[in-house]
């Protein structure tokens, strides 16, 4: 099983020794010293194992932190009821990390909110950041405070956060930060729909209707040769055709600039979708070509 740890200090400390560890004792060939961050906020399934055994596979001693940061929730939203499972967390880890940090709000918040913050600028002010203003300059700034904490060689997320992915890359670029980020695709359902920590608050009626929202963007990649336009209303439709599902945005992006595609934009992009079903608000993207 792997450790639990739940103050700065000791997982500082931690990961210290097992730098030193792995260049007196580690193969030749190995990575020497590696350490691999997966930042989560618990409630794991089966997307987030696929993260941690992606971490795993990059080799070196694997961190994968638990933390429901309240500075990414805005009023109003699902801080209080977000799950907390760290027990079955920690066994789902079983032989994927090494390390499990896992502090309080209080640990990582000594003083109350953070008054400094990292701020997300104008690329975090559509889509999801219009949604919930204010909801991903929360994440760069626990994101950075967790970097600088465990100071990872690299750090993975999901490409199910698109957004999220975009704005912590540029962050690390912007910031100088020395942290590689790897990015794995989304898992997926059977049927199709992403894998969410939200997805067990869906009642069975709800849980039939959500599957549109990876309906709409496959119908989408299919029209997306006719160009953006095509692929707009073709996801439209789609939505339009399932009146559980309450649309909140619905975009086609560029991915290297997450700016709004125009209509004669050829190449590369990413479809964005939020909606919410029942009282479940989910978000889901695809990569297509126009």
């Given at each position: 099983?792997?450790?639990?740890?739940?103050?700065?200090?000791?997982?500082?400390?931690?990961?210290?020794?097992?730098?030193?560890?792995?260049?007196?004792?580690?193969?030749?060939?190995?990575?020497?010293?590696?350490?691999?961050?997966?930042?989560?906020?618990?409630?794991?399934?089966?997307?987030?194992?696929?993260?941690?055994?992606?971490?795993?596979?990059?080799?070196g001693?694997?961190?994968?932190?638990?933390?429901?940061?309240p500075?990414?929730?805005?009023?109003?939203?699902?801080?209080?009821?977000?799950?907390?499972?760290l027990?079955?967390?920690v066994?789902?880890?079983?032989?994927?990390?090494?390390?499990?940090?896992?502090?309080?709000?209080?640990?990582?918040?000594?003083?109350?909110?953070?008054?400094?913050?990292?701020?997300?600028?104008?690329?975090?002010?559509?889509?999801?950041?219009?949604?919930?203003?204010?909801?991903?300059?929360?994440?760069?700034?626990?994101?950075?405070?967790?970097?600088?904490?465990?100071?990872?060689?690299?750090?993975?997320?999901?490409?199910?956060?698109?957004?999220?992915?975009?704005?912590?890359?540029?962050?690390?670029?912007?910031?100088?930060?020395?942290?590689?980020?790897?990015?794995?695709?989304?898992?997926?359902?059977e049927?199709?729909?992403?894998?969410?920590?939200?997805?067990?608050?869906?009642?069975?009626?709800?849980?039939?209707?959500?599957?549109?929202?990876?309906?709409?963007?496959?119908?989408?990649?299919?029209?997306?040769?006719?160009?953006?336009?095509?692929?707009?209303?073709?996801?439209?439709?789609r939505?339009?055709?399932?009146?559980?599902v309450?649309?909140?945005?619905?975009?086609?992006?560029e991915?290297?600039?997450?700016?709004?595609a125009?209509?004669?934009?050829h190449?590369?992009?990413?479809?964005?979708?939020?909606?919410?079903?029942?009282?479940?608000?989910l978000?889901?993207?695809?990569?297509?070509?126009?």
């Open positions: 099983m792997p450790e639990i740890i739940t103050t700065i200090a000791d997982v500082r400390a931690r990961v210290a020794n097992a730098r030193r560890v792995a260049r007196q004792d580690g193969p030749a060939d190995a990575p020497v010293g590696r350490v691999v961050l997966v930042p989560t906020m618990g409630a794991l399934h089966d997307g987030h194992l696929r993260l941690v055994s992606n971490a795993r596979d990059l080799g001693f694997v961190v994968v932190s638990i933390f429901v940061n500075l990414q929730f805005g009023p109003g939203e699902d801080l209080d009821r977000y799950p907390r499972t027990d079955s967390d066994a789902a880890l079983d032989g994927l990390a090494d390390v499990v940090f896992a502090p309080t709000a209080a640990e990582m918040y000594p003083n109350g909110p953070s008054q400094t913050r990292v701020v997300a600028g104008e690329a975090g002010s559509h889509f999801e950041g219009a949604s919930r203003p204010g909801h991903f300059d929360g994440v760069l700034t626990v994101v950075s405070k967790l970097f600088n904490i465990v100071q990872p060689d690299v750090a993975v997320f999901g490409q199910k956060d698109a957004q999220q992915v975009h704005l912590i890359g540029r962050m690390v670029d912007d910031l100088n930060l020395p942290v590689a980020i790897a990015v794995v695709d989304t898992v997926r359902e049927d199709g729909l992403a894998l969410s920590s939200r997805n067990r608050y869906l009642q069975e009626d709800d849980r039939l209707a959500a599957v549109t929202l990876s309906h709409a963007l496959a119908a989408a990649a299919d029209a997306a040769p006719d160009g953006v336009g095509a692929a707009l209303e073709a996801a439209h439709a939505v339009e055709a399932e009146p559980a309450k649309l909140d945005y619905l975009a086609i992006v991915p290297d600039s997450f700016r709004e125009s209509r004669d934009h190449g590369p992009a990413l479809m964005l979708i939020a909606a919410r079903v029942g009282t479940t608000r978000i889901d993207n695809k990569r297509l070509t126009t």
